[in-house]
């Protein structure tokens, strides 16, 4: 049995990952820690688990390994308090808010011998599975641009607070896809022009949608929409699309349009019900493998570091209004 | 009012019926593809003028309409205009800002009235969604997408798939959505684009644009020439109180033919058919203009910059660097 522990409940995906910590063979959460210890105490008992308060006790624990669900900026520290007690970690994207925090958490990581992984659970979703096979088979040829977007809602809370999240929609959602890009195609990003701001729900203090173009290895040319500008009358969260332009044929990918919709007269606006698999399940499975495997997570510390250099070139370019070199 | 017709290809085929709807009645046709220009001028009962510069001179047209490939317009709106022909003029408007300026002119100093067919500002669609942003139904608009496109056209001679004479997808599609754009949320502070203009000869361009207003709103394009087949309109408007989205894929019919039809054999044919067509429309704004009864939609000057965005964005493609306006 692989023994879990969940960091900081912060991030709501914490209680996705702690659902689908249950629904994984050979899989337990077998503790959470919090730095909010009354949230900590309430997840602990939603998810039949107990919380361990003090930092060095849970780390002391039989624990073998971590999921970091903290604030952006509280990553690297919970990150290195793991790796120091020798936990296997994977952490919430973006994996750090500066390079120079990427790269820290990466070396530690490494030196202290333990696996760290950014959780991408992207790389799980099967339409999107299927499209890097089909590319890697060469059934479109060379690819030569895309236009991609990241939409979703708007998170509220410390997400609009630079402080804590280091930026707003062009960090949270350039990361997902900019880590698909690099997963399917292979190739590195090069260049990065983006124009971005508090454009949706003015005043929240951060920006709430960015437009990249991004340049990769070869001049791969892709256009990426990061967003929190779904209403809140929209009928789902958001989405992940890309539409690919390649030598052989164009695919189109939406990644979480496996649905049906739903007409409920209490919520008094149309729904979007997924039915496609949970991602969630296949980056708890893979983060386990990794621990039974002693590896790194399939998205590795290296591979969020490398979403976190687009970022930053992406706030970079936004402010100077030039495009940047990754 | 007496209309004669340059170019009588795919484009001067499709307008002369909106164009006679519109009460024009078309009297000269000429294309240097003569069976286009006597197969339209039959229909019509026209006659067939060889030389284009001799219709812009017939003393019974009233109106001249342009719809040769982008690079003839310019000399075509020139020499209307000296003979005191009002124009209908394809877009882009023309090929480079300094024909757009001598076109202009020539119009302006000769009393003639220009018309450019930025068709989009007719499409039922984009009118229903300009509506609920003037009504206030999406709140304060803080961004837009809009997509256009499909396969790549050929047009004669394969015109269309040389960039020097079509200026690609950036300047022969997507103009219709920065001429929106423009025309629903105001001027532009700069621009940033991508393309595959170097691909255009295998009939392959895709752009990417970024546009940002004046007014903060960031509006993207992207344009399509790189399918294998089929055409799709996507517009999403995003508000602080609302969203506003169209996909032209959701249509109210869907045809397949069995066997070919001029087709491959089961593509899926989306249509959504109206009473008045936006193409009558412009047409029948285009008159009423020139019957004096209201301004029109579309300016001489809205033409010139919708030309100016079209090449601001594949300069910036080039430069790979963003252009200010």
Not at chain 2, 182 to 196: C, H, I, M, N, S
Not at chain 2, 257 to 273: E, I, N, T, W, Y
């Amino acid at each position: 049995m692989i023994k879990l522990g969940i960091m900081s409940f912060a991030h709501m995906h914490a209680y996705s990952y702690a659902t689908a910590i249950a629904q994984v063979n050979g899989v337990e959460l077998s503790a959470v820690w919090d730095d909010d210890v009354a949230r900590g105490k309430a997840a602990a008992e939603q998810n039949g688990t107990k919380l361990i308060a003090d930092l060095d006790a849970f780390l002391k624990s039989d624990i073998d390994g971590v999921i970091i669900c903290s604030e952006n900026v509280k990553h690297r520290p919970m990150v290195e308090a793991a790796a120091r007690a020798k936990k296997w970690i994977l952490c919430e994207k973006p994996l750090a808010t500066t390079i120079e925090d990427a790269r820290a958490m990466v070396e530690l990581c490494k030196k202290e011998g333990v696996g760290l992984g950014t959780a991408f659970p992207c790389r799980h979703v099967p339409p999107l599975v299927a499209v890097k096979n089909d590319i890697a088979d060469g059934k479109y040829g060379n690819i030569y641009a895309a236009t991609c977007t990241n939409n979703g809602s708007y998170p509220g809370g410390w997400f609009a607070d630079e402080a804590l999240s280091g930026g707003g929609a062009t960090m949270d959602h350039t990361v997902h896809v900019a880590d698909v890009l690099r997963w399917m195609l292979g190739k590195e990003f090069t260049h990065v022009y983006c124009e971005n701001g508090n454009l949706i729900r003015t005043g929240i203090g951060t920006d709430d949608f960015g437009a990249l173009h991004l340049e990769m290895e070869g001049g791969v040319k892709i256009q990426h929409i990061a967003s929190w500008n779904r209403s809140k009358s929209y009928p789902t969260w958001g989405d992940v699309t890309m539409e690919i332009i390649g030598e052989k044929g164009v695919v189109t990918v939406d990644a979480f349009n496996q649905k049906i919709n739903l007409y409920n007269d209490d919520a008094m606006k149309a729904q979007w019900v997924g039915w496609g698999d949970n991602s969630d399940l296949g980056l708890v499975q893979d983060f386990a493998d990794s621990i039974r495997e002693r590896r790194d997570p399939a998205a590795s510390g290296i591979d969020g570091l490398k979403a976190v250099e687009v970022t930053v070139a992406a706030y970079k370019s936004a402010k100077s209004n030039q495009r940047v070199a990754v | 009012m007496r209309l004669g017709i340059i170019g009588c290809g795919v484009l001067g085929k499709f307008h002369a019926p909106c164009a006679v709807k519109a009460g024009f009645s078309v009297v000269a046709c000429s294309d240097p593809v003569k069976e286009n220009a006597e197969s339209l001028a039959a229909q019509y009962g026209a006659k067939v003028v060889n030389d284009a510069m001799a219709l812009c001179a017939l003393p019974d047209v009233d109106v001249v309409a342009i719809c040769t490939p982008t690079p003839y317009h310019a000399a075509y709106v020139v020499e209307a205009a000296k003979h005191g022909k009002h124009i209908f003029c394809e877009k882009p408007f023309c090929r480079t800002l300094k024909q757009c300026e001598e076109a202009l002119a020539a119009a302006k100093k000769a009393g003639v009235k220009l018309f450019v067919g930025h068709v989009v500002r007719y499409f039922q669609e984009f009118c229903a969604i300009k509506q609920q942003i003037a009504d206030g139904k999406v709140g304060k608009v803080g961004t837009v997408r809009t997509y256009r496109g499909g396969q790549s056209p050929l047009g004669e001679g394969a015109w269309f798939r040389d960039f020097e004479k079509s200026g690609g997808v950036t300047l022969d599609c997507i103009i219709h959505d920065f001429d929106w754009l423009r025309y629903a949320f105001g001027d532009p502070e700069r621009v940033f684009a991508q393309d595959l203009r170097e691909r255009i000869d295998e009939g392959i361009d895709y752009a990417m644009v970024t546009f940002r207003m004046k007014n903060g709103i960031i509006a993207t394009v992207t344009g399509s020439w790189a399918h294998p087949s089929g055409f799709k309109v996507l517009v999403e408007v995003c508000g602080d109180n609302g969203m506003i989205t169209f996909d032209s894929r959701e249509a109210p019919l869907a045809s397949q033919l069995r066997g070919d039809g001029g087709m491959a054999p089961g593509v899926v044919l989306p249509a959504s058919p109206v009473n008045d067509s936006p193409y009558y429309l412009e047409w029948a704004d285009f008159k009423g203009w020139l019957d004096g009864k209201h301004e029109p939609r579309v300016t001489p000057e809205d033409a010139v910059w919708a030309v100016r965005m079209g090449l601001a964005a594949i300069e910036s493609a080039e430069k790979q660097q963003p252009v200010t306006f």
